[in-house]
């Protein structure tokens, strides 16, 4: 576990998402503080990208941690507080990555998400990163540049926590279940850009249920294209 911090200060990290570019594994990195002032004990306090070297044999080795613009941020409300960490793809030269801001005082949304891109050559370097400002359609230089009304965030790309994006056949496709664990529909999100716009289908219900005596909830749906999908399923997306 080279990347946590003292036993003394509980610090952890959650690996959230990771993508290949240079030759290196990059792993976004959700850096977990104990917090007793939240319901569930912990917070979060930013994101930072694990390397790592990978041998011809696919042998990974730990290189140490590289900041992101998100890093010692703690996690809130509005594009100062994003917590660059849901996914990324590397496409066209760039890493595109995606983030989330915590729930606003908009009660019909639970989280909003954003995406920022850098050159794949420098994504450790956090000045090199640049962010769509939706209601611009336009790349900025700092996320100071994007919109200051934290109850509508009209720069978000989505009004919902992502997670999972990947490219197939020269589309985005970004999966989310807007209520996590509290609702039950899945969607699908497409477009040619990986900034959008979007079109949106709903593709299944997950909703909670029991196995036995466990009760459970589902969460975070994934994209696997390197799945082979068969029979009915063939061709969905």
């Known amino acids: 576990d080279p990347a946590t911090h003292t036993a003394a200060n509980a610090e952890r990290y959650w690996p959230q998402s990771m ?8 792993v976004l990195a959700q850096h977990v503080i104990n ?3 939240q319901s ?4 979060f306090l930013g994101v930072d990208i694990a390397t790592y070297s990978v041998a011809s044999n696919g042998t990974l080795t730990f290189t140490g941690l590289k900041p992101t613009p998100s890093s010692n941020t703690r996690n809130g409300i509005g594009p100062a507080r994003i917590q660059w960490v849901d996914d990324a793809v590397v496409t066209g030269g760039y890493v595109y990555v995606y983030g989330t801001t915590e729930p606003p005082s908009n009660p019909s949304v639970l989280h909003y998400s954003y995406v920022a891109r850098v050159p794949a050559s420098l994504v450790t370097m956090p000045s090199a990163w640049r962010y769509y400002r939706k209601s611009a359609k336009q790349w900025v230089t700092s996320t100071n540049q994007l919109s200051t009304d934290l109850l509508n965030e009209p720069d978000a790309i989505l009004p919902t926590e992502i997670s999972s994006v990947r490219i197939i056949n020269g589309y985005t496709y970004i999966i989310h279940k807007p209520w996590n664990g ?3 529909a899945v969607y699908i999100e497409k477009s040619r850009y990986p900034q959008g716009p979007f079109t949106e289908t709903k593709i299944f219900d997950s909703p909670a249920g029991t196995v036995g005596a466990t009760n459970y909830v589902t969460y975070a749906p994934m994209l696997h294209p390197e799945q082979t999908l068969g029979g009915a399923d063939t061709g969905k997306l």
């Open 182 to 184: 509290l609702g039950s």
């Open 19 to 26: 993508f290949y570019a240079n030759g290196h594994l990059y």
């Open 40 to 43: 569930l004990g912990f917070g």
């Open 35 to 37: 917090d007793a002032t």
